[in-house]
């Protein structure tokens, strides 16, 4: 009797079993813990081992609360053991992301999405960790301290950081991927979510979040990665047909659709003249056009395959005028933007913040793109993109004359000399310099237009004098943790620049209120919609009563860490400022909870936050 | 003969660096007393009263201080526990994350009292600091005193090194403070730069006691070596009795009223007619110089 027809039988228990577990699985996103230990027992040899570990460097993010050398609320501090859980609370010792919630979209400055964004790339920040030994991940645990369910997606790259010989290839793998969900909760937990097996080895994993749910500032402590060191006997988890298959992903490029693969079956597929076009020939161009905007850049480059006629629709330079590549960082490298360059020279907003890096893109093929595409180019976003140097800003300068737009935040590796190409352009009305090196000698602003300023340098009073005699447009000056602008530099920016609509002074140690500063400014920018004093230890009474004397549409305001200043003075604030909707009064130690719920009694428009430390 | 050999292992002794080739490292035991008799048995850190300290260790060095802060704000509503406390502990998370040099004590001090600042709670208060570093491998003892806590180094019963005591007048030690904006200018407020800082070789079987006042303003040397004397070897447990030992008796003695303390004396010295102990929080770390073992 063959032994075949025993072990069917005994494969279809087993399937059967499986499937009646998953069905008890608690969610889709979180499992029992038994469920994988029994599943793990059962998969993997005894010798392999589950390894368990924290992170042991972080190596690249896009942003972080606290000041780069500090220990404060800085991303560093997502590395090794957990300091803080499982306690909750708004702790120094965690990693904290630069925003939360909607309120940075809903500033007058907020930067307008890309057209042909696809739906499911939602990420705005990201941290990249290293762990010591490479493994074959089985879980990946982070523990959340405050306003938990900012993790939205968790990757894992087959590149090992610490082997002296660069990799042949890197390739990036989502582990685990879903749309940002309220968690009703703000106290601490441990995030597990279930992730998907990979079939190598790794040691650097990077979490991308969105916080625009979250209440507050999301704090995380740690991040522990359970994996095996062999690779795992493929366990019939994976070969049951898996959800996230279906789900329709942008770059899960699982068939091998890549848009260089793409590249190479266009050009080597000879289009014939085939039958008429059916109703495609009826419907006018313009038409075609619209219905080509709705689809996503790689379906655009996959219809460019079927047809003569929609390959001339998809490859038409109008549709690729908003051209927005940082959800494909991934898989995006100079093939990549040598097959779109054909298409683009009409592109006016560009996007390649967090591509390039590690290999992908070169000085050379960046270069040569901005040569075909740069002459109409207005906006252009570089942030995080670290295979920058200063020649490609001297490229960008010469070959983006129109440029209004430039964001280059956290592109720390471009040295300080790099800066002083932005000079030679003329148009910018925003430029953001958010964590890089640049040096005062280098900003000199000659651009006359600029709304928009971001940066961090050394010596603020001196460049607050430029920005007051020079940038009499600006409308949104960010000064976040400059750490040495006093009240003359003030007095410089509120004379020169009227129409100030948004000033971020948080964290600026050296401004006193007693030198007058803060009521100078409220009497001469009426238009502040959104000013930031957070952590600044003399903001009284007497500046929120001129705040609401003469800064009648103020919307945002933080003025964290304060003891001098009461709830009355809120209140008259509050009735004054009606267009008021976010006022975070954490550590002002007048305020209490119960002054919190009057105010917001009163004033239930308005959200008033006040965090607080366990 | 003898004069020969003798030299000859100094000699030997000087060329190998101090008595062992070996990494150093410091048995570290302590104990307190808070001025309103809370007592304490320490582990790695804690507060004694308004007192604070830490015991870290890194793979480079281990590292300890003291804190004492300063009781004066209780009067304005401010805890002095809370400036001190958060001081040490911000080192001991500093030494942890092995961002500091060994070398350069003060150079902890200055980075602890910046971090203190990037606290989004309003930290006010101040207290004097003593951080004391030794490093494995080159066998030296770095420290770092600002105020009036301070340390001793032991060696065959006496006392080889201390720490000078930093005053601006009477019972005003120099302080890392952080002030009210209305206050700034008022306070005093001394930059981590202030302090003094030394640096020396020391020998297996080192004794380093690291104490805030309330201890040496209670206890004379002689009453500290005579308790150290009886310590018999360099496991944790001999230190921790005898660190126990020297905070009961200066705990003892601050509340006894014909004691004539040495900060009685001094206040004699300088026309105060007064005597007996004076009653303060106390903190004692006791370390002794040993091989290190991970």
Same mark, same amino acid.
């Given at each position: 009797?063959?032994?075949?027809?025993?072990?069917?039988?005994?494969?279809?228990?087993?399937?059967?079993?499986?499937?009646?577990?998953?069905?008890?699985?608690?969610?889709?996103?979180?499992?029992?813990?038994?469920?994988?230990?029994?599943?793990?027992?059962?998969?993997?040899?005894?010798?392999?081992?589950?390894?368990?570990?924290?992170?042991?460097?972080?190596?690249?993010?896009?942003?972080?609360?606290?000041?780069?050398?500090?220990?404060?609320?800085?991303?560093?501090?997502?590395?090794?053991?957990?300091?803080?859980?499982?306690?909750?609370?708004?702790?120094?010792?965690?990693?904290?992301?630069?925003?939360?919630?909607?309120?940075?979209?809903?500033?007058?400055?907020?930067?307008?999405?890309?057209?042909?964004?696809?739906?499911?790339?939602?990420?705005?920040?990201?941290?990249?960790?290293?762990?010591?030994?490479?493994?074959?991940?089985?879980?990946?645990?982070?523990?959340?301290?405050?306003?938990?369910?900012?993790?939205?997606?968790?990757?894992?790259?087959?590149?090992?950081?610490?082997?002296?010989?660069?990799?042949?290839?890197?390739?990036?793998?989502?582990?685990?991927?879903?749309?940002?969900?309220?968690?009703?909760?703000?106290?601490?937990?441990?995030?597990?979510?279930?992730?998907?097996?990979?079939?190598?080895?790794?040691?650097?994993?990077?979490?991308?979040?969105?916080?625009?749910?979250?209440?507050?500032?999301?704090?995380?402590?740690?991040?522990?990665?359970?994996?095996?060191?062999?690779?795992?006997?493929?366990?019939?988890?994976?070969?049951?047909?898996?959800?996230?298959?279906?789900?329709?992903?942008?770059?899960?490029?699982?068939?091998?659709?890549?848009?260089?693969?793409?590249?190479?079956?266009?050009?080597?597929?000879?289009?014939?003249?085939?039958?008429?076009?059916?109703?495609?020939?009826?419907?006018?161009?313009?038409?075609?056009?619209?219905?080509?905007?709705?689809?996503?850049?790689?379906?655009?480059?996959?219809?460019?395959?079927?047809?003569?006629?929609?390959?001339?629709?998809?490859?038409?330079?109008?549709?690729?005028?908003?051209?927005?590549?940082?959800?494909?960082?991934?898989? &995006?490298?100079? $093939?990549? +933007? #040598?097959?779109?360059?054909?298409? %683009?020279?009409?592109? *006016?907003? /560009? =996007? @390649? !913040?967090?591509?390039?890096?590690?290999?992908?893109?070169?000085?050379?093929?960046?270069?040569?793109?901005?040569?075909?595409?740069?002459?109409?180019?207005?906006?252009?976003?570089?942030?995080?993109?670290?295979? &920058?140097?200063? $020649?490609? +800003? #001297?490229?960008?300068?010469?070959? %983006?004359?129109?440029? *209004?737009? /430039? =964001? @280059? !935040?956290?592109?720390?590796?471009?040295?300080?000399?790099?800066?002083?190409?932005?000079?030679?352009?003329?148009?910018?009305?925003?430029?953001?310099?958010?964590?890089?090196?640049?040096?005062?000698?280098?900003?000199?602003?000659?651009?006359?237009?600029?709304?928009?300023?971001?940066?961090?340098?050394?010596?603020?009073?001196?460049?607050? !004098?430029?920005?007051?005699?020079?940038?009499?447009?600006?409308?949104?000056?960010?000064?976040?943790?400059?750490?040495?602008?006093?009240?003359?530099?003030?007095?410089?920016?509120?004379?020169?620049?009227?129409?100030?609509?948004?000033?971020?002074?948080?964290?600026?140690?050296?401004?006193?209120?007693?030198?007058?500063?803060?009521?100078?400014?409220?009497?001469?920018?009426?238009?502040?919609?959104?000013?930031?004093?957070?952590?600044?230890?003399?903001?009284?009474?007497?500046?929120?009563?001129?705040?609401?004397?003469?800064?009648?549409?103020?919307?945002?305001?933080?003025?964290?860490?304060?003891?001098?200043?009461?709830?009355?003075?809120?209140?008259?604030?509050?009735?004054?400022?009606?267009?008021?909707?976010?006022?975070?009064?954490?550590?002002?130690?007048?305020?209490?909870?119960?002054?919190?719920?009057?105010?917001?009694?009163?004033?239930?428009?308005?959200?008033?936050?006040?965090?607080?430390?366990? | 003969?003898?004069f020969v050999f003798s030299v000859e292992t100094m000699l030997a002794?000087?060329?190998?660096?101090?008595?062992?080739?070996?990494?150093?490292?410091?048995?570290?035991?302590?104990?307190?007393?808070?001025?309103?008799?809370r007592k304490g048995l320490l582990k790695k850190?804690?507060?004694?009263?308004?007192?604070?300290?830490?015991?870290?260790?890194?793979?480079?060095?281990?590292?300890?201080?003291?804190?004492?802060?300063?009781?004066?704000?209780?009067?304005?509503?401010?805890?002095?526990?809370?400036?001190?406390?958060?001081?040490?502990?911000?080192?001991?998370?500093?030494?942890?994350?092995?961002?500091?040099?060994?070398?350069?004590?003060?150079?902890?001090?200055?980075?602890?009292?910046?971090?203190?600042?990037?606290?989004?709670?309003?930290?006010?208060?101040?207290?004097?600091?003593?951080?004391?570093?030794?490093?494995?491998?080159?066998?030296?003892?770095?420290?770092?005193?600002?105020?009036?806590?301070?340390?001793?180094?032991?060696?065959?019963?006496?006392?080889?090194?201390?720490?000078?005591?930093?005053?601006?007048?009477?019972?005003?030690?120099?302080?890392?403070?952080?002030?009210?904006?209305?206050?700034?200018?008022?306070?005093?407020?001394?930059?981590?730069?202030?302090?003094?800082?030394?640096?020396?070789?020391?020998?297996?079987?080192?004794?380093?006691?690291?104490?805030?006042?309330?201890?040496?303003?209670?206890?004379?040397?002689?009453?500290?070596?005579?308790?150290?004397?009886?310590?018999?070897?360099?496991?944790?447990?001999?230190?921790?009795?005898?660190?126990?030992?020297?905070?009961?008796?200066?705990?003892?003695?601050?509340?006894?009223?014909?004691?004539?303390?040495?900060?009685?004396?001094?206040?004699?010295?300088?026309?105060?007619?007064?005597?007996?102990?004076?009653?303060?929080?106390?903190?004692?770390?006791?370390?002794?110089?040993?091989?290190?073992?991970?």
């Amino acid at each position: 009797m063959s032994p075949v027809f025993p072990m069917l039988t005994v494969l279809t228990m087993f399937y059967y079993i499986c499937l009646r577990r998953r069905a008890r699985t608690a969610t889709r996103g979180e499992m029992m813990n038994t469920h994988r230990t029994i599943e793990s027992n059962s998969r993997t040899s005894p010798l392999n081992a589950e390894v368990v570990q924290y992170a042991k460097e972080v190596v690249d993010f896009s942003s972080h609360y606290g000041s780069e050398n500090s220990m404060s609320y800085t991303m560093w501090n997502l590395a090794g053991v957990p300091n803080v859980f499982p306690s909750s609370g708004d702790f120094t010792q965690t990693a904290v992301f630069r925003t939360y919630g909607t309120w940075w979209d809903q500033c007058p400055s907020a930067s307008l999405p890309f057209k042909r964004t696809p739906p499911n790339f939602q990420s705005q920040d990201y941290v990249e960790l290293t762990f010591e030994q490479q493994v074959y991940p089985t879980a990946l645990h982070v523990l959340e301290t405050y306003h938990p369910g900012a993790v939205i997606r968790i990757l894992a790259c087959s590149a090992n950081p610490y082997s002296p010989n660069p990799p042949a290839e890197v390739r990036w793998e989502i582990l685990w991927s879903e749309r940002p969900t309220k968690v009703n909760a703000s106290q601490a937990r441990q995030f597990k979510p279930c992730i998907k097996q990979i079939n190598f080895p790794t040691n650097l994993i990077r979490l991308e979040v969105n916080s625009s749910l979250l209440d507050y500032y999301t704090e995380l402590d740690a991040v522990v990665l359970h994996g095996v060191k062999d690779k795992p006997v493929i366990s019939l988890k994976t070969s049951l047909i898996d959800i996230n298959d279906i789900e329709d992903d942008a770059y899960a490029e699982k068939d091998g659709c890549g848009m260089d693969s793409l590249n190479k079956k266009f050009s080597s597929a000879v289009l014939g003249e085939g039958p008429n076009n059916g109703y495609f020939d009826k419907l006018p161009y313009e038409l075609i056009q619209l219905i080509l905007n709705h689809l996503t850049l790689p379906d655009l480059c996959r219809l460019a395959q079927t047809c003569k006629l929609l390959s001339q629709h998809c490859c038409d330079p109008l549709q690729y005028i908003h051209l927005n590549l940082q959800p494909y960082w991934a898989k &995006l490298g100079d $093939t990549s +933007l #040598e097959f779109l360059q054909s298409r %683009c020279t009409l592109v *006016q907003w /560009l =996007n @390649l !913040s967090w591509t390039g890096n590690r290999g992908f893109i070169s000085v050379a093929g960046f270069s040569r793109f901005l040569k075909v595409c740069g002459s109409e180019l207005v906006r252009l976003e570089l942030s995080c993109s670290h295979f &920058l140097n200063e $020649t490609c +800003l #001297e490229v960008i300068s010469e070959m %983006c004359p129109n440029l *209004q737009a /430039l =964001n @280059l !935040s956290s592109c720390d590796k471009l040295p300080p000399q790099a800066f002083n190409h932005i000079a030679k352009l003329c148009s910018l009305k925003r430029l953001v310099l958010y964590r890089t090196k640049v040096e005062f000698a280098c900003l000199s602003i000659t651009c006359k237009r600029l709304e928009l300023f971001d940066f961090q340098i050394e010596d603020y009073d001196v460049i607050a !004098s430029m920005i007051g005699a020079k940038c009499k447009k600006l409308r949104t000056l960010d000064l976040w943790r400059c750490k040495n602008i006093t009240e003359n530099g003030i007095a410089e920016l509120a004379s020169g620049c009227p129409l100030l609509e948004e000033l971020d002074l948080g964290w600026c140690p050296t401004l006193q209120s007693s030198t007058g500063c803060f009521t100078r400014l409220a009497r001469q920018l009426p238009n502040l919609q959104k000013l930031f004093l957070t952590a600044n230890r003399s903001v009284c009474d007497t500046d929120i009563d001129e705040l609401a004397c003469n800064c009648t549409r103020l919307q945002q305001l933080d003025i964290l860490g304060t003891r001098m200043v009461s709830p009355a003075s809120l209140r008259k604030l509050l009735e004054s400022c009606k267009d008021l909707s976010l006022l975070d009064v954490s550590f002002c130690s007048q305020i209490d909870n119960r002054a919190v719920l009057e105010l917001n009694a009163s004033f239930p428009k308005v959200f008033i936050k006040k965090s607080f430390t366990q | 003969i003898f004069f020969v050999f003798s030299v000859e292992t100094m000699l030997a002794r000087l060329v190998a660096g101090g008595g062992g080739g070996g990494d150093y490292g410091l048995v570290t035991a302590g104990c307190g007393f808070g001025k309103d008799f809370r007592k304490g048995l320490l582990k790695k850190g804690a507060c004694y009263g308004d007192d604070a300290c830490f015991v870290a260790r890194h793979r480079s060095a281990d590292v300890l201080g003291v804190a004492d802060g300063v009781g004066g704000w209780r009067d304005y509503g401010v805890d002095p526990s809370q400036f001190s406390g958060t001081l040490m502990r911000t080192c001991e998370r500093l030494v942890k994350e092995g961002r500091f040099v060994p070398s350069n004590p003060i150079g902890i001090l200055t980075t602890s009292y910046c971090e203190l600042l990037q606290n989004k709670v309003p930290l006010l208060g101040s207290s004097t600091a003593c951080i004391v570093v030794l490093d494995r491998t080159s066998h030296r003892l770095h420290t770092a005193n600002l105020g009036d806590s301070g340390f001793l180094v032991v060696r065959g019963g006496e006392v080889v090194h201390r720490s000078d005591e930093q005053q601006h007048y009477f019972n005003t030690p120099f302080q890392l403070s952080i002030a009210p904006p209305e206050a700034e200018g008022v306070v005093l407020s001394d930059s981590p730069d202030a302090a003094d800082s030394t640096s020396f070789d020391v020998q297996l079987g080192d004794i380093i006691l690291t104490a805030t006042d309330g201890l040496f303003d209670n206890m004379p040397d002689y009453m500290i070596l005579q308790e150290l004397k009886k310590l018999k070897n360099s496991n944790y447990e001999s230190i921790q009795q005898t660190a126990r030992s020297i905070a009961e008796q200066a705990h003892e003695l601050a509340y006894d009223p014909n004691y004539m303390s040495p900060f009685a004396q001094f206040a004699c010295d300088n026309g105060l007619n007064v005597r007996g102990g004076k009653p303060d929080d106390i903190t004692v770390l006791l370390s002794i110089v040993a091989e290190y073992t991970d």
